[in-house]
């Protein structure tokens, strides 16, 4: 297994950035500097890592709390473990769905009677990241 693309791109930029750190800041006695600087750099790498975004944290999940949040806590309950509809933790509901795509589709469609259809209030990607923040975070 080879690390992703972005990965590899946050790496290079890593690396870029602590070099130019060490160029700008790095001069033998400046301790305090250099200190400074491999935590501006540091913290540069960060921002760059979580742009990446590839479901390993930030945006996508973001989306998918606020969405649980706002459109399925009051009947899910906040932490996902049932009111008037059933629990949506990520044990039970990776069981019951095996597939994420079905999962979705009760979403898009709805329960007669029961549940709201959110096909059409919701975008894909909303949708998609609900389901994930159920699967994986609740
Ligand atoms: C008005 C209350 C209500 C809201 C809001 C609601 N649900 Fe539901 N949901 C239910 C009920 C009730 C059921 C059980 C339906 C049945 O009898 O099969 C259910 C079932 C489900 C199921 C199938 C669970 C299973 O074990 O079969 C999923 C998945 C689900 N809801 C996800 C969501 C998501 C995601 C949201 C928010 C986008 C949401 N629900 C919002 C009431 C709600």
């Known amino acids: 297994m080879s690390p992703s693309t972005p990965h590899r791109v946050a790496a290079a930029r890593l690396r870029t950035a602590l070099r130019t750190v060490d160029v700008a800041?790095?001069?033998?006695?400046?301790?305090?500097?250099?200190?400074?600087?491999?935590?501006?750099?540091?913290?540069?790498?960060?921002?760059?890592?979580?742009?990446?975004?590839?479901?390993?944290?930030?945006?996508?999940?973001?989306?998918?709390?606020?969405?649980?949040?706002?459109?399925?806590?009051?009947?899910?309950?906040?932490?996902?473990?049932?009111?008037?509809?059933?629990?949506?933790?990520?044990?039970?509901?990776?069981?019951?769905?095996?597939?994420?795509?079905?999962q979705e589709a009760v979403v898009r469609a709805g329960v007669e009677g029961r549940m709201p259809a959110f096909g059409d209030v919701l975008s894909d990607a909303e949708i998609e990241a609900v389901v994930r923040y159920t699967r994986e975070e609740l």
């Open 25 to 102: 800041y790095g001069r033998p006695g400046s301790g305090k500097h250099r200190v400074a600087g491999r935590v501006l750099a540091v913290l540069a790498a960060v921002a760059v890592l979580g742009a990446c975004g590839d479901g390993g944290g930030a945006p996508g999940s973001a989306v998918g709390a606020t969405v649980f949040a706002e459109r399925c806590a009051a009947c899910h309950g906040a932490d996902g473990s049932g009111a008037v509809g059933p629990p949506l933790t990520a044990e039970v509901i990776t069981e019951r769905f095996p597939d994420p795509d079905d």
